[in-house]
């Protein structure tokens, strides 16, 4: 995170995982019908509404939270004493393990590999669980390689946890990004068992919706656990600002709107990398159907060396591979603006054909 802060930024940028930020214009809120404090105790009742609504479970199952960063640190704290195990993927959103470590967990890692497109193996993940294995932590689509993992290997998963009577914490913060069909929701999925639910969903409006500045993230957890981690967000966050939680009101109203506008920007800018990645035999890529992100892995040489020059000489930026411990890769963005992705675009294939020389 200190990195995307203060060393991700340049003229072409290809870091960034979100979609294009909604602009003030284009937001229908009218600030004379704001008020600065509201009377919410644990949410605010219209926005923990809109967003069980939108997720299709019970208000007491929402917990709102500052983010999907902050989702998944109150879901992990609120489960994970010091000592207790974790099984997180790899690769992996480098937060995730860093938040685990900081609870004083003990981290340990489930593959998913460029050779096998991503995909989870659900016999290492069963073969991994532990005596003293408390959650399972993964991300819906994959960070970073935008990877989906399907309904049923979502239930299998789900039956692996119920048995073993362990939590698996689901980031989901970029499925929505799958327009043309019902995304694979886990808590659905989960509730579907005989069992209790031993799914935990975070998400946000952030990645898809472009409306990072609103902080509007949520868990979805049973109604126990939920009022478990609200408890415990005294801790931490206490209550949302007021004015953001009724703009996110205002956002869930006209989702349509704001669903639509990243619909058409990466069905765009899917086109621009596809034809690009076609164009390169320097690079290894999984191509996922959906989301803002792809993965790619340079051949050959020194991809430190080359992340540092495509920034210096070339102006453009992308994540490096070892913040999600794949050094050999780089993580691009495709949901910003088309120009610069374009133009970006063509920037990499400039320095990927000089570092080739």
């Not at 960034?16 to 009742?45: M, R």
């Not at 999907?68 to 992990?76: G, I, Q, W």
């Not at 949520?218 to 600002?241: H, S």
Request: net charge neutral; aromatic share 8%.
């Amino acid at each position: 995170m200190q990195w995307a802060k203060l060393h991700s930024h340049a003229r072409f940028n290809l870091a960034s995982s979100g979609v294009l930020n909604v602009p003030g214009c284009e937001f229908p809120w009218n600030i004379d019908n704001l008020e600065i404090t509201g009377a919410d105790k644990y949410g605010h009742q219209p926005l923990q509404e809109r967003i069980a609504r939108h997720c299709g479970v019970a208000p007491d199952c929402v917990v709102a939270a500052n983010g999907t960063s902050m989702a998944n640190h109150l879901a992990m704290a609120a489960l994970l004493e010091p000592g207790d195990e974790v099984l997180i993927e790899q690769p992996a959103y480098g937060p995730l393990v860093d938040v685990a470590k900081y609870l004083g967990a003990h981290v340990t890692r489930t593959a998913r590999t460029l050779t096998n497109r991503f995909t989870l193996d659900l016999d290492n993940v069963e073969n991994a669980i532990t005596s003293v294995t408390r959650l399972i932590v993964l991300s819906n689509l994959h960070n970073p390689s935008g990877a989906l993992i399907p309904a049923q290997t979502l239930r299998t998963l789900a039956e692996i946890g119920a048995r073993h009577g362990v939590h698996i914490l689901l980031d989901e913060v970029y499925l929505e990004t799958i327009f043309d069909q019902r995304p694979p929701f886990g808590f659905a999925i989960g509730q579907s068992l005989e069992t209790k639910n031993p799914f935990i969903i975070t998400s946000s409006l952030t990645k898809m919706y472009g409306l990072s500045g609103l902080r509007c993230g949520w868990i979805l957890a049973e109604p126990e656990l939920a009022k478990r981690i609200w408890r415990l967000n005294d801790l931490f966050g206490v209550n949302a600002p007021h004015p953001a939680e009724q703009l996110s009101v205002i956002a869930f109203d006209h989702l349509e709107t704001f669903r639509q506008r990243a619909r058409t920007l990466l069905g765009r800018n899917r086109v621009l990398l596809n034809s690009f990645l076609d164009s390169r035999h320097d690079l290894g890529c999984f191509r996922p159907l959906a989301g803002t992100v792809a993965f790619p892995r340079l051949l050959r040489g020194d991809p430190e060396t080359f992340v540092q020059k495509l920034r210096d000489k070339y102006e453009t930026s992308v994540v490096p591979g070892r913040f999600f411990d794949m050094p050999d890769h780089f993580r691009i963005g495709i949901g910003g603006d088309t120009e610069n992705l374009r133009a970006g675009l063509e920037r990499l294939g400039w320095a990927l054909d000089e570092f080739r020389k």
